[in-house]
Nanobody, 123 residues
Framework: QVQLVESGGGLVQAGGSLRLSCAAS????????MGWFRQAPGKEREFVAAISWSGGSTYYADSVKGRFTISRDNAKNTVYLQMNSLKPEDTAVYYC????????????????WGKGTLVTVSS
């Protein structure tokens, strides 16, 4: 069982930056691939970024490529999402998710989810 707790959300102006963190419980964090997803009001939850268990491979949605960076610190059981050049359309609840071993970019492929953190980007 893995418990995930997101933090770092908030209100930011367009063009600004935020860094989200996701703290994971358990001693096997390094065996989990991690991902970030987001859900805007009235829309389905969508993939944002993912990282392999080792951190050696990363994947991004086209909408955030070049602006967002996913990283992890296995010693701290934490995964991060650095978000730069934020746009109003990035406004959403951001969720951290984990999958044992294999990285995936699909929502249904994740095994564990956090409760989310709200990011609001004003124009």
């Amino acid at each position: 069982q893995v418990q995930l707790v997101e933090s770092g959300g908030g209100l930011v102006q367009a063009g600004g930056s935020l860094r989200l963190s996701c703290a994971a419980s358990g001693r096997t964090f390094s065996s989990y691939a991690m991902g970030w997803f987001r859900q805007a009001p009235g829309k389905e939850r969508e993939f944002v970024a993912a990282i392999s268990w080792s951190g050696g491979s990363t994947y991004y949605a086209d909408s955030v490529k070049g602006r967002f960076t996913i990283s992890r610190d296995n010693a701290k059981n934490t995964v991060y999402l650095q978000m730069n050049s934020l746009k109003p359309e990035d406004t959403a609840v951001y969720y951290c998710a984990a999958r044992r071993y294999e990285v995936t970019t699909t929502r249904d492929g994740m095994d564990y989810w956090g409760k989310g953190t709200l990011v609001t980007v004003s124009s």
